[in-house]
């Protein structure tokens, strides 16, 4: 229930302005007490110095009865010297402590006229000793300092002193006391303090634990559904790649079945008509040209076959497919392209998936790279027991920048879905003027087809496309 309270006030709008009251309040209280018992400090070290001065100067006083005595008993100069520079000494001693004394008591609660008189009076005294000596008068001197009024007058000039020290002591006992209650004032303050930071710190603590733990466990949450879109949308580009490559292929069986058969009866007609006796020569050249022009259509309608669904693929196998790729692309661009093609195990779809990238590399060359040499590559990658299949097409064109492709190039966008439907990469490297690598890396997926023959001719594609 308190942690509940001090959650639900730590989200309220009051929470800030209360916090920020008790800090300032936790300042304000400290702070007085620190002046306080600073003041309270000062004003007890004084004390302490004004017993001080005051212990000296009624040593001065004593120095200067001593030497003065002495000087009446010897008459030394050294003694009258002595006496001299105690009794300058003591206006400046007294006014010391007479300084503290008023530090002591601002409100002049304590006098000191009395021990200034009695000050006054002992120094007028000996004064007066050693004034007779210097008139001859050495004998009255010295039974003036003989007697024990002199004696008696310092005695109760100690003791007045003592009086007005303790007088000024007593006006700081109800100060020293409120001391003592601020310095518990101010150690309640602090432990106080301490423990709300305490208390502060330790919800601050949990809380954050527990948002890490939610962060984390976001994270993890935001994850997963990355990966689960992505295998979504992998299995949809593959879907769409799939359903685009079917249809390419029906639209191939299509021309092959349908209009083949249709051009294959118009050849035949045409050598029919060759055979006809007594054929005028104008009719058998326009004959002539009509069938060749339909030996082109049927040379097109091959080229559009292929193009849609290349029947070298199935009949011969990926290596023999690419091969053939490479040769007509070296005898329409006019330069070499180079191959080196070792067997590797991929399924149909990813077969496809590589002839259709090769292919649509060297288109891309044939466009725009204006390359002197190309140099296309398959062989196996990896080891086991993660086993890759790895493409390559190298060229030493112009380059471009991949990271600035113009909009409506979507032919390697193309490609890298392709390769990702089957759980591939595809690495593009080019730089202006450097050439370009396209390079894809495919996990093995079935073993190699041999029966690639049988495939062929039981497939529509595998029918015979001279016509």
């Not at 006030?9 to 209360?18: I, Q, S, T």
């Not at 002049?108 to 210097?134: C, K, P």
């Not at 790649?241 to 209009?259: Q, S, T, Y």
Request: glycine share 6%; hydrophobic share 45%.
């Amino acid at each position: 229930m308190i942690k509940q309270a001090i959650v639900t006030f730590a989200r309220g709008r009051w929470a800030l302005p209360v916090v920020l009251v008790l800090a300032l309040a936790a300042v304000a209280v400290n702070e007085s007490t620190y002046q306080h018992s600073h003041y309270m400090l000062t004003r007890g070290i004084a004390l302490t110095d004004a017993r001080i001065q005051a212990a000296r100067t009624l040593q001065v006083l004593t120095d200067a009865e001593t030497s003065a005595r002495a000087f009446l008993i010897s008459e030394q100069a050294a003694d009258g010297a002595a006496y001299r520079h105690a009794a300058q000494s003591v206006p400046e001693v007294e006014e010391g402590v007479f300084k503290l004394i008023a530090k002591l008591d601002p409100g002049r609660n304590v006098s000191v006229a009395t021990v200034r008189a009695q000050i006054g009076d002992r120094l007028q005294t000996l004064e007066l000793w050693m004034n007779l000596v210097a008139a001859g008068q050495r004998g009255q001197a010295q039974q003036l300092a003989g007697s024990d009024q002199g004696r008696q007058r310092f005695a109760e000039l100690r003791l007045e002193f003592d009086q007005v020290l303790e007088r000024a002591a007593t006006v700081q006992e109800e100060a020293r006391s409120s001391l003592y209650d601020a310095m518990m004032l101010n150690r309640a303050a602090l432990h106080i303090t301490v423990l709300t930071a305490v208390l502060v710190l330790v919800l601050f603590m949990r809380q954050l634990r527990k948002f890490e733990t939610q962060q984390v466990q976001e994270q993890l949450r935001l994850e997963l559904q990355i990966r689960a879109r992505t295998s979504e949308l992998r299995e949809l580009a593959g879907h769409l790649v799939n359903a685009r490559e079917d249809e390419r292929g029906r639209v191939a069986r299509e021309l092959h079945d349908e209009m083949g058969g249709l051009l294959t009866a118009m050849k035949l007609e045409f050598a029919r008509l060759r055979r006809v006796p007594d054929l005028p020569p104008a009719a058998r050249e326009r004959v002539a040209g009509i069938e060749a022009r339909l030996n082109d259509g049927i040379a097109l309608k091959r080229r559009i076959v292929e193009n849609l669904r290349p029947s070298s693929l199935d009949q011969l196998g990926l290596c023999t497919a690419l091969e053939m790729l490479c040769v007509d692309t070296a005898v329409n661009l006019g330069i070499p392209v180079h191959h080196h093609l070792q067997p590797v195990q991929l399924n149909r779809e990813a077969e496809l998936t590589v002839y259709r990238l090769v292919q649509e590399s060297l288109t891309n060359i044939s466009k725009y790279a204006k390359a002197h040499e190309v140099v296309v590559s398959l062989a196996p990658a990896g080891r086991p027991p993660v086993e890759t299949v790895q493409v390559t097409v190298k060229d030493d064109g112009l380059g471009f920048s991949v990271a600035s492709v113009p909009a409506g190039h979507h032919g390697l966008l193309g490609m890298r879905v392709r390769v990702e439907s089957h759980a591939g990469s595809l690495k593009i490297d080019s730089e202006p003027g450097r050439g370009t690598v396209v390079r894809a890396v495919l996990p093995v997926s079935g073993p190699p087809r041999e029966d690639r023959a049988v495939d062929a001719l039981d497939s529509p594609e595998g029918l015979d496309t001279r016509a």
